[in-house]
């Protein structure tokens, strides 16, 4: 039960996390609410994988993940966009179209999988830093670190450069982004996309890096929602998205090691000595999940700001008041 | 209203463009119907395409799930045995999505009714070292239906449990919704997950039978009646796995639509799902009506989850249920959230179920569900638009 | 050809159609270079379409458009811009959560990819003050006024060098003394050499402003390029519909009853938990009709909800035939006889896939006859919705059309019926004649004198100030959240200096 171990593993389990949020929030952003996160990312896993396993090419495998989660995201974008069917119900038919197309061809993968098919680095400098440095920077997946480059470059995205206000401007009231000529729906379409990408990114990050192998729907197990829980604690901003993701990460690190010491904290382990009792920590990051959630409405009711105005709601050109 | 701009759609490097025009009239009544088979037969090809890429025989499959699931009297009974949950859980879901309450939790709804179904049963042989708060409830319920009680006690105590377990676990994500405006897709999923684990907890950890995944089969006056049981009068029934639990579906379908649309609250339930704010106009109370429906679908979820334990299991143990609170979210969709509809659609599905255990890859039956669904969603712009080819340059 | 000329834009021949309607019908249309030109028509007469179509939004089926005497094709307002055409359209194209500057920059190729907001805002403010409009660029667009923020709009098109701008309908949420430091805007534009389309319905801000104006009816043009000094109201008024507008209603004096309505010192908050309503004291008798009259925003919509219960008042009292009804559920005040005809038809007063004859019992079906214990009698719910039908002339298919089907008057119709079929003793009236055509607005307002004459107490709230003097006994004036002033009989300065916080009484 060390605490820099469970960070430092929840640093890497968070990434996963951190790709899928990310994703979505580009996504709700541009205004299109996609709750296929899970669907996407159990495709990216799959995919990952067998490419990996068939090439032993980790980046192709990758490669190939995004490109999966992404056109299958482009589906959802296709009904939602242009179609103007209801999101939350395309979102959950993408869902289950991702698991079920990733269990029918992952059927057969070997589901072994103990070596990382992604290298590992420990920063030479950045490691010795008392504290962060074991944390961060060492012994953590090429993803991880990737993760932290994302993090900054995306918020300076959003919020420093002109597609970036191109973006909040089509999220926040399409039909003004319309009238000055920005094109809404490809637009849409684009960040949709994204969004695909990077939960095809995390399920690859899952498969070749943090848990590496293919265990079907368990190589999630519900992460892909949790992402999507998070992106509402985050307020659609990427720095909360990576704080919830992290401490979401090291949460089910910790939950793991709290069932190891005989004793904790200088009291009987009641984990320890019974075991069946790890099944209410399993519970643990869903219910914590709903607690964000809460935190997360509350605040934005309190703010009244919160959601891009427009999320979920589709965009339909010439419709006129009245 | 009736005048809308057309909205062009730049299809890219198309020789051709798509042109939807918003209706003006009401689309025919024959245009559902049909763009829900279409869905379906879709769906199949799509699903063939994809049995074919991964090495399988689609027609093979198809014809096998057509034997299976329908062939003779014995199969289509064990069709209509998976076909009841799923009525329960189309049910369930049917009745929260009419009011855009995304219930996603009817999986663990079912799982929920189940575990509280199997307690009235399971609490007299709670372990010696429990804790107390599973002890004392457990006393409590053994004292009132003690092992030797009759069907007609036990069965009804097992019907209200599960029914109220399910309206628990649709309870609390109503709650959060209506006081504290939380969003139910997640909430009720997160609710999945935890009552998985409290099954397991349940399962493992107190009701274990020499520590497998299951617990003590139930005594007889515990299970629902079957079909067979009469097979002494009605030679014909002999081998027939068809429980109660079929008519508990039914009757459920009746009461549904009956509420949906001959009563008052139905109407309600119906005007908020249409516009929430012309609603709280009309003096409906939305909070109120998130409660009562979540609570509602959860019970009919967990109505699902104890027919399958007294009907098809009777033991509790850790998988019961091959994601019929999903299923559920299909069969309502594909039955266009009308109750009576939501029994045919459910047999269908139950077909689907049945047979695909057996047609390798696993994932078959879920990957067609999932089609259908993505399938009938595209298709239902057909019903706002009507959807015309155009060379493209002739007109704009 | 040559290539200057002094017609900045020449619209020939266009003709633009959508499903089931002609909105122009081989239009000719000709802006001269510095002019103020008006575009006068009723609702739905086109002028918002023809603009539509020059400004890029639209392409039309049939017709040129020339631009300074150039032939041009515009696939996107982008390209109108590209020639020096912009328009502001009614509901403004902002985003609020942004500010001045982030929103002037929307759309544009520049900045390439990273902003650099600070050295913006310094050219924003240079420009504002070269044209004359006082904005702070780095402020957010939901903390402006609503002339602020069509300053903001005016700037847009300045910013992108835009030579002809075309405005839609401005002075529709603007007070009287707003509209006239808009005029005297316009007026220096023209001055710098800009010209001007002015579309709008007001007759006497069309003879104010414009130089010439031309004039649409039902996607024709029935007059164009008349000056307007050579021209009159009634005149303008009868090229716009063909009959003198002024219509005979017929209103009968009467005394007003019993007070039905009456509201004491009532506050309370707007959504975003600003206050909007400051102590509001006012009330209403049977048989009279109060006309509230005011700029969109100043705490009408709030005043409506709280009297029928759908916001909290945080303070005072409000008492329908003398019974306490305060921050009771809107059903009680339903149950007290109290109609609402909501100012957002689609959005609040109707549901749109559910059927009329759903939508017409939204109000009674908690009483017998329609409701039998907790069952709904749907035959007795559908033989209403037939007589109803037919005594409101709702123009639909059949019972079972779903409301998102029907036409403006015809939805507004349906609404009406249901709200005055039940007898109501107090009904609040918001914008009910918002967005009609003349037929329509007609029925609207001898429905209402009726309603009147059977002894209901009315409480109506309209922008056409024309109305208000027409239909109400007495007028109010809110401003600011509060009861600026009263006023009997037609004297339309004090009331619109009261709508501008200019006067109270």
Known sequence: MDPLIILQAGVASGTVLLFATLGEIFAERSGVLNLGVEGMMLIGAMSAFSVTVATGNGWLGLLMAMLAAGALSLLHGLVSIHFQADQVVSGLALTFLGTGLSLVFGEGLSKAGTITLL???????????????????????????????????????????????HLRAVGENPAAADAMGLNVYRLRYAYVFVGGLLAGLAGGTISLAISPGWFSELTTSGQGWIAIGLVIFAQWDPWRAAFGSYAFGALRRLILDIQGPESLLGLRNPFYYNPYWGFFLEMLPYAFTIIVLVIGSREALRKRLGAPAALGVPYIRGERGL | MATQATSPVKSPAFPFRLRFERRVEVPPPWLGPAVSVGAIVIALLLGAVVLRLVGGDPWAAYRHIARAAFGDIGVFSDTLV????????????????????????????????????????????????????????????????????????????????????????????????????????????????????????????????????????FQKAAWLPRLADFATQVKAFRGLTTHLGLVFGVIAAVIVWYILYRSRWGYEIRLIGDNPRAADYAGINITRNTVLVLMTSGALAGLAGMSEIAGVVHRLQTSISPGYGFSGIIIAWLAKLNPLVVVPVSILFGGLILAGREIQPSGVPRLIQGIILFMLIASEVLMHYRVRLVRAGAEE | MTTSSPLAVEMRGIVKRFPGVLANDHVDFELRAGEIHALLGENGAGKSTLMSVLAGLYKPEAGTILVRGQPVSFNSPRDATARGLGMIHQHFTLIPSQTVTENILLGLDEPRFFMRLKAYDQRMAEMSQRFGLQITPHVKVWQLSVGEQQRVEILKMLYRGVDVLIMDEPTAVLAPQEIGELFKTLRAMVAQG???????????????????????????????????????????????????????????????????????????????????????????????????????????????????????????????????????????????????????????????????????????????????????????????????????????????????????????????????????????????????DVGAIEGVQRLLLTQREQGAAILLSSEELDEIFTLSDRVIVMYSGEIAGEVHGHDAETVGLMMTGAKRM
């Not at chain 3, 005040?333 to 939508?359: C, F, Q, W, Y």
């Open chain 1, 119 to 165: 290298p590992v680095y420990t920063v030479p400098l950045l490691s010795a830093i008392p504290l962060a440095g074991p944390v961060l920077f060492t012994n953590q997946s090429v993803m991880v670190y990737i993760g932290y480059l994302f993090l900054p470059l995306v918020w300076i995205y959003i919020n420093r450069t002109r597609p970036g206000l």
């Open chain 2, 82 to 217: 998976k076909a009841t949950p799923l009525i329960l859980t189309g049910l369930a879901c049917s009745v929260a999505f009419r009011m855009k309450l995304w219930n996603i939790g009817a999986e663990g709804q079912f799982f929920a009714g189940a575990l509280a179904a199997s307690a009235v049963v399971l609490a007299p042989y709670v372990p010696a070292g429990a804790p107390g708060w599973i002890a004392i409830p457990a006393a409590a319920v053994a004292a009132l239906i003690p092992p030797t009680a009759p069907g007609w006690i036990i069965i009804p105590a097992m019907l209200v449990a599960g029914m109220l377990g399910g309206a628990l676990w649709g309870f609390i994500p109503g709650w959060l919704k209506a006081k504290l405006r939380v969003n139910e897709i997640i909430t009720t999923l997160m609710m999945n997950y935890i009552v998985i684990a409290l099954v397991n907890f349940f399962v493992f950890g107190v009701w274990s039978e020499g520590g497998f995944q299951m617990s003590r089969t």
């Open chain 3, 194 to 436: 800009k010209s001007i389309i002015f579309i709008s319905h007001k007759l006497n801000e069309v003879m104010a402003i414009a130089d010439r104006v031309t004039v649409l009816r039902l996607g024709k043009v029935t007059a164009a390029g008349l000056k307007t000094s050579e021209t009159s109201i009634p005149e303008l008024a009868r090229l716009m519909v063909g009959r003198t507008v002024l219509f005979d209603l017929d209103k009968k004096p009467q005394e007003p009853g019993v007070v039905v309505l009456q509201l004491e010192g009532v506050c309370a908050d707007n959504d975003k938990g600003l206050p909007a309503l400051r102590g509001v004291s006012l009330t209403v008798r049977a048989g009279e009709i109060v006309g509230v009259a005011g700029v969109a925003g100043n705490g009408q919509t709030e005043l409506a909800e709280v009297i029928t219960g759908l916001r909290r008042c945080t303070a005072g009292r409000i008492l329908v035939n003398g019974e306490d009804v305060t921050n009771r559920p809107a059903s009680v005040t339903i149950h007290k006889g109290v109609a609402h005809v909501p100012e957002d038809r689609t959005h609040v007063g109707s549901a749109p896939t559910l059927s009329i004859t759903d939508n017409v019992i939204m109000k009674s079906y908690r009483q017998p006859p329609l409701a039998r214990g907790w069952a709904l009698d749907g035959k007795a719910a559908r033989q209403k919705a037939e007589t109803l039908k037919v005594e409101y002339t709702i123009a639909a298919p059949t019972v079972d059309t779903p409301a998102r089907m029907l036409s403006g008057g015809n939805l507004q119709r349906m609404i009406l019926a249901r709200e005055l079929s039940s007898r109501p003793q107090l009904l609040i009236a918001m914008q009910p004649t918002r967005g009609l």
